[in-house]
């Protein structure tokens, strides 16, 4: 749907109730006959924490590490450098 800039002034309210009832509406706002803007239904936030969450489950999905443990905090400098040579 395209409509020009005074159109979107005058009706925008109802712009907004019509693109948040139907997700797949887009409003095409025009400036000279040219598409300058575009209204659309955002997406819905994710519950918070759903990131750190999925990265949980991904994180458990891994195999378990096998051989000797080395922490990187106490080579940082070799896993940023690589091993000196001295």
Do not use: F, W
Request: glycine share 6%.
């Amino acid at each position: 749907m395209k409509v020009t800039v005074t159109e979107a002034r005058q009706t925008l309210p109802e712009l907004v109730r019509r693109v948040k009832a139907d997700a797949d509406l887009r409003v095409q706002i025009t400036v000279h006959g040219d598409v300058a803007a575009e209204l659309r239904s955002c997406s819905p936030e994710p519950p918070r924490g759903a990131a750190a969450n999925r990265l949980r489950e991904l994180m458990a999905e891994l195999p378990a590490h096998e051989g000797p443990g080395r922490s990187v905090s106490e080579s940082v400098n070799e896993h940023l450098y690589g091993k000196r040579h001295e």
